[in-house]
Antibody
C-alpha cells in the first residue's frame, strides 16, 4: 500500500524555524517527483514547493521563496521541507503528495499524506 | 484570492447531475492540463480527474471533466450522499518560474 506520513509540525514563534519530514513507503520513491501542499484552517489548498525525482529541479510558491527549502533523501525514502523565518500566515496543515504520473512534480498529486500541522504564533 | 475561480458552493439532490466550473487564464488552464481533487470532511484530498478528463483507477464514471479554452468543469451525475465534499481544480501555471495554482474550492451539498 502506498503511504505518505508527515511529521515535524508543531507550534513555533514568528521568525522561528521548523523542519518537516515525509516518510514514503509502498512504491519506488526515486521514480517520483514530490510536492508539499498546505491548507490553512478552514481555507483552500496552496502549493508550497515541488522537487523532481533526483532533486535536480525544485520549485517554490512566491509566498515561501527564499524562506523554505525542499529536499529529499532517496536512500531513506524521505522528503523534507526546511521552513525558516516563519510567519503567522504560514499556519496550516502541510501535506506531502506524490506526483501522479512520474518523476517530475507537474503532473498532479496522488496520493496525499494526512498532513502535519504547523502553527506560527507568539 | 485564488488564481483559478470556482463557485464557493453547489448543491443537488440524490440522482441529479451537478457541474462545478473553474475559470483561469492563458498561462494556466489555457495552456496546461486541469486536475480535480475531492476532499471529504476531515480527510486528505484525493485525485478525481487528471489531464482534463481522465479518471484514475477506482474513480466512478459518474465523475467527468472537460476543458474549453481557459475554463474547465467537473460534472457529477447520479449524485449520491457520499459525494458531499469540497472540490478543487488545479493547473500548472507557466507564469513567473512555474507553479501550481488551485481554485478556492467548491463545497458540494447533497440535499
Amino acid at each position: 500500500e502506498v503511504q505518505l506520513v508527515e511529521s515535524g509540525g508543531g507550534v513555533v514563534r514568528p521568525g522561528g524555524s521548523l523542519r518537516l519530514s515525509c516518510a514514503a513507503s509502498g512504491f519506488t520513491f526515486d521514480d517520483y517527483g514530490m510536492s508539499w501542499v498546505r491548507q490553512a484552517p478552514g481555507k483552500g489548498l496552496e502549493w508550497v514547493s515541488g522537487i523532481n525525482w533526483n532533486g535536480g529541479s525544485t520549485g517554490y510558491a512566491d509566498s515561501v521563496k527564499g524562506r523554505f527549502t525542499i529536499s529529499r533523501d532517496n536512500a531513506k525514502n524521505s522528503l523534507y521541507l526546511q521552513m525558516n523565518s516563519l510567519r503567522a500566515e504560514d499556519t496550516a496543515l502541510y501535506h506531502c503528495a506524490r506526483d501522479f504520473l512520474g518523476g517530475d512534480y507537474s503532473r498532479g498529486f496522488d496520493p496525499w499524506g494526512q498532513g502535519t500541522l504547523v502553527t506560527v504564533s507568539s | 484570492q485564488s488564481v483559478l475561480t470556482q463557485p464557493p458552493s453547489a448543491s443537488g439532490t440524490p440522482g441529479q447531475r451537478v457541474t462545478i466550473s473553474c475559470s483561469g487564464s492563458s498561462s494556466n488552464i489555457g495552456s496546461n492540463y486541469v486536475y480535480w481533487y475531492q476532499q471529504l470532511p476531515g480527510t486528505a484530498p484525493k485525485l478525481l480527474i487528471y489531464r482534463n478528463n481522465q479518471r484514475p483507477s477506482g474513480v466512478p464514471d459518474r465523475f467527468s471533466g472537460s476543458k474549453s479554452g481557459t475554463s474547465a468543469s467537473l460534472a457529477i451525475s447520479g449524485l449520491r450522499s457520499e459525494d458531499e465534499a469540497d472540490y478543487y481544480c488545479a493547473a500548472w501555471d507557466d507564469s513567473l518560474s512555474g507553479r501550481w495554482v488551485f481554485g478556492g474550492g467548491t463545497k458540494l451539498t447533497v440535499l
